[in-house]
């Protein structure tokens, strides 16, 4: 192991003294790097294997290699990943500790690779696997969402616009919203994924390597698609982070908004809500409170999220090709991000399927607000054949008169509509209920419940959850 002061043994050739204390500590990757160590292992696996299948190592070197990976993984598994600054990042600690193990052979492992081919490696390999757990996380979110969608499929609530009451919209309909989201965030980690799946390993340092190395073979070992086409690119290319941290971004920008929901909801105005216990939390000093504490973290860390990606790009910014040292910064803000996220997406999936939302109260303040007085102008348009432009006007007046009464639009006498317009006859009241209001609005994608019902099957489908009951 490589003193404070000796010279580094991993390119110690070139140096007369050792680094300052103040480089080892900013040239360090250890203390974030190690949780690559699984990827570390299989790519030097991958590689070593390759190497003795070529004869650029022998085939008793490549098995002693092999076998001693097994125990350094093994190792790390049990004790975790010792960190020694000197040992800077994941790739010489793991060399460092396998040369301790099996000698003088260990330093065949590195033939026809650099750490800049090793890194891009193992991080792809890293990201790809953040994708898919993500991909998971996702699906059990969409699965609360269909399944309190399909319950609540003509619970009607208002639907808000400026957050003031628009229109009735059903409670399904409003989650099913969400579903729309989540589905397109899916569709950006699968796109992103299919893109980032190609091989960087044996690109070498920046310019490929002179041994006669089958990068095609590597690729397919580390389940790649195949190996990328230009080794300076291979090297220095961050996309497949940057894809990942932006469709990060993305779907907590979607949490964010879903957690702003439920934070409204649960306040005592609104009422729409009462939190699952398990993700509340009460106040030291007032006894009556039940926070929503979840729901605003979620909120809160889309911003750290969001801060991730920005950090991520600005490392990025105008580095030349190929490698440069600012890019041992890519991990912590990819890390940080894949591990906010996840957590977000459990408490959001926690909160959807446990919430127990108050429909009396939801369907209360839809009735309030005069949220049917589009209804009232799309009757006289069909009924009376008005312009729609005056037929808003006409509802304009209804609209005042009830509210100096303060009283809804539906307790408004017929001569009192006659009043505003004599075209108004006593069929209009069928229209003015919250009801008639969300059955009316089927057209595509529209909050009746019968369209509802027809998208939350399509998305039961979708998810493979067909055949199975839908609680209604
Ligand atoms: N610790 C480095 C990183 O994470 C590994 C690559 C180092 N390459 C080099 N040429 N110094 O980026």
């Known amino acids: 192991m490589s003193g404070n002061s000796g010279s580094n043994q991993m390119w110690g050739g070139r140096f007369a003294a ?30 070593v294997a390759m190497l003795g299948q070529q004869g650029i190592v022998s085939h008793e070197d490549a098995a ?17 990943v010792p960190e020694d600054w000197d040992l800077e990042d994941i790739h010489m600690t793991t060399e460092n500790r396998l040369a301790e193990l099996i000698g003088p052979a260990a330093g065949r492992l590195h033939t026809a690779r650099s750490r800049n081919d090793q890194v891009a490696t193992d991080f792809r390999l890293w990201v790809r696997d953040a994708m898919d757990q993500m991909d998971a996380g996702l699906l059990a979110l969409q ?33 099913m919203a969400y579903y729309e989201m989540i589905a397109r965030d899916r569709s950006r980690f699968a796109d992103a994924r299919a893109r980032m799946n190609r091989s960087p390993l044996g690109a070498a340092a920046l310019a490929g390597t002179g041994f006669p190395i089958d990068r095609f ?11 990328t086409d230009n080794s300076l690119d291979s090297v220095s290319d961050r996309d497949f982070a940057l894809d990942y941290l932006m469709a990060a971004a993305q779907c907590s920008l979607h949490l964010s908004r879903l957690a702003e929901e439920f934070i409204i909801w649960a306040s005592q105005p609104f009422g729409f809500v009462t939190l699952p216990d398990s993700l509340s939390t009460g106040s030291s000093i007032m006894p009556q409170k039940k926070n929503p504490d979840a729901a605003e973290l979620v909120r809160g860390h889309s911003g750290r999220i969001v801060g991730c990606l920005t950090s991520l790009m600005i490392t990025m910014k105008g580095l030349p090709l190929a490698y440069s040292k600012d890019m041992q910064d890519d991990k912590p803000p990819v890390f940080e991000a894949a591990s906010l996220l996840a957590l977000s997406v459990a408490a959001m999936t926690g909160m959807v399927a446990e919430a127990r939302f ?71 009241y069928a229209a003015l209920s919250v009801e008639a209001s969300v059955a009316a609005r089927c057209s595509h994608g529209g909050t009746a419940p019968a369209e509802v019902r027809k998208r939350v099957a399509q998305a039961r489908e979708a998810l493979g959850l067909h055949g199975f009951a839908l609680e209604e």
């Open 358 to 428: 108050r429909t009396e109260r939801m369907r209360g303040a839809a009735e309030l607000g005069y949220a049917t007085a589009t209804d009232l102008a799309d009757w006289l348009v069909r009924q009376a054949n008005i312009p729609f432009r005056e037929a808003h006007h006409i509802t304009g007046s209804a609209v005042k008169l009830a509210e100096s009464r303060g009283i809804a639009l539906d307790q408004l006498s017929l001569e009192d509509l006659k009043a505003i317009d004599t075209r108004i006859d006593e069929r209009v």
């Open 64 to 80: 002693l290699i092999a076998q001693g990976l097994d125990t350094v993984a093994g190792e790390y598994e049990a004790h975790g």
């Open 18 to 47: 050792g680094p300052s204390a103040i480089m080892r500590e900013i040239n360090a990757s250890i203390p974030f790097d190690k949780a690559l160590w699984r990827q570390d292992i299989a790519a030097s696996k991958a590689h």
């Open 217 to 227: 073979h590597t690729a397919a070992a580390l389940g790649f698609d195949g190996p």
């Open 143 to 175: 699965i609360a969402l269909v399944t309190r969608a399909g319950e609540h499929a003509a619970s009607i609530m208002p639907g808000f616009t400026h957050l003031q009451t628009a229109q009735p919209v059903t409670l399904g309909h409003h989650l």
